[in-house]
């Protein structure tokens, strides 16, 4: 692989990353709780935040996908070439991005599945804040994992 063109496709990936959308955090209404009674504005706030960063990188698991089907079809595409150094190297990059890919998916899923905003409703104030602080982390770890898996495979299609 010829290390210009790498590093070219990887300052492609680095801009579009910058050039993704932020999730605003404008409040345009304090939200409720499940029996109805508002949320402190704070809790809201940062439920809210946190909401928005998964709403922004959940469209791009169809690309997340789509993009896992092509890595796999290019790895069967490799298996059928003849033994060589760059088929080698070709075929552990794919396979280090479709474990790439994979991986951001499953942290996608066990994000969803482990957030409960219901759970709000029984913490008090300071509880719900450790909460949400730590569902930031992980929730942000999710979206930089994701983002970066998608870029990472799109070089390396394009390079292939």
């Given at each position: 692989m010829n290390p210009t063109i790498f590093f070219i496709a990887i300052l492609i990936g680095m801009s579009?990353?910058?050039?993704?959308?932020?999730?605003?955090?404008?409040?345009?209404?304090?939200?409720?709780?499940?029996?109805?009674?508002?949320?402190?504005?704070?809790?809201?706030?940062l439920e809210k935040t946190v909401l928005a960063?998964?709403?922004?990188?959940?469209?791009?698991?169809?690309?997340?996908?789509?993009?896992?089907?092509?890595?796999?079809q290019h790895l069967a595409e490799l298996d059928k070439q003849?033994?060589?150094?760059?088929?080698?190297?070709?075929?552990?990059?794919?396979?280090?991005?479709k474990a790439a890919l994979e991986e951001a998916d499953?942290?996608?899923?066990?994000?969803?599945?482990?957030?409960?905003?219901?759970?709000?409703?029984?913490?008090?104030?300071r509880q719900a804040m450790a909460y949400l602080k730590e569902e930031q982390k992980r929730v942000n770890a999710m979206n930089r994992l994701m983002r970066k898996s998608i870029i990472d495979a799109q070089a390396y299609l394009v390079l292939r």
């Open positions: 579009l990353l910058a050039c993704q959308s932020k999730p605003s955090s404008e409040a345009t209404t304090q939200p409720t709780d499940s029996t109805g009674a508002k949320k402190p504005q704070s809790v809201a706030v960063v998964h709403d922004s990188v959940m469209p791009a698991m169809s690309e997340l996908i789509k993009l896992k089907k092509e890595v796999i003849p033994d060589s150094v760059e088929r080698h190297q070709q075929k552990q990059q794919g396979l280090a991005m499953q942290v996608m899923m066990d994000w969803m599945h482990h957030y409960n905003g219901d759970t709000l409703a029984k913490l008090n104030r």
